[in-house]
């Protein structure tokens, strides 16, 4: 009987441990996001339905990606490498890394495969070129947008779609406006601010990208550690441009006296910069 002992208590903790497994698996399945008839389609067939029912969504999700990855990387199969990339978002839906590669693949590469599927650039038409070209990039966009919104609006996913409507789609104001929900998102990457407004106002609307740009200076960036002084010289370089009277430009910085080029007013009020001997501001 004493013998028995020891197997029973092992019995016993093993039950235990199992039960708390299953109740412990049902509170997290709770917290996944479902994953509905639209995002299961493309899985069909992958042999990836499996792990969604099983539960194992992510680790079935890195073995999709690595086959879309294995068929991006022969570049002749772009049904097949769009269909396990979206797969793997819908099994992972918080991964920045699965939306943002597979939007870049269908917005900068698929089009390109699929003008070499058609006869290559010197058969195709410089104006089908473009055609096809822009298609995949609002493709891809359209992915980076659901992306976004997967992921509650992640900064580094709006700048890429920034990147892909600038260089793709040469939309500078839809660039504009995702550099601007960067620079406002959690996390902002440096640049996101300087590049809505440079965008802005290449696109002609330099009054709005003065506006929004010195207003999110004195709001978030001039709060950094540093005071953000670069950004404050793009400031500087379009009150220039603007021709804007003193009263109605930023207050001059303390670390702004003690530069060249910097000029305090004799009495008082605001200071102007200097004017510029490099080019002017395009």
């Known amino acids: 009987m004493r013998r028995a002992l020891p197997w029973v208590g092992f019995l016993a903790l093993f039950l235990a441990v199992g039960g708390v497994a299953d109740a412990s698996w049902r509170r997290a399945r709770l917290a996944l996001p479902e994953i509905g008839r639209r995002e299961l389609e493309p899985t069909v067939g992958q042999g990836v339905l499996l792990g969604v029912l099983g539960g194992f969504r992510t680790v079935v999700a890195d073995f999709t990606w690595i086959r879309g990855y294995v068929l991006w990387e022969r570049k002749n199969d772009r049904a097949g490498t769009e269909l396990l990339m979206r797969a793997a978002c819908a099994l992972d839906p918080r991964s920045r890394f699965f939306w943002e590669n597979a ?60 990147l892909v409507a600038e260089l793709q789609l040469k939309d500078l104001s839809l660039s504009a406006d995702y550099y601007r929900r960067a ?91 200097a004017p510029a001997g490099g080019q002017s501001r395009k």
């Open 103 to 162: 939007g870049l693949s269908v917005a900068n590469d698929m089009g390109h495969w699929e003008i070499r599927r058609r006869g290559g650039y010197a058969k195709v038409p410089k104006e089908i070129q473009d055609h096809v070209l822009k298609g995949y990039a609002r493709r891809g966009l359209d992915l980076l947008d659901e992306g976004i919104a997967s992921t509650g609006g992640n900064a580094a996913l709006l700048a890429t779609a920034a």
């Open 183 to 273: 620079a406002e998102a959690r996390g902002a990457p440096w640049f996101a601010a300087r590049f809505a407004a440079a965008n802005l106002w290449k696109d002609g609307r330099r009054r709005e990208a003065y506006a929004w740009y010195r207003a999110h200076w004195v709001k978030v960036l001039r709060l950094s550690e540093d005071g953000a002084p670069d950004d404050l010289k793009e400031l500087r370089d379009m009150e220039h441009e603007l021709r804007l009277p003193l009263v109605a430009r930023l207050p001059l910085q303390p670390w702004e006296v003690a530069q060249p080029g910097i000029v305090p007013p004799r009495t008082g009020g605001v200071a102007a910069p």
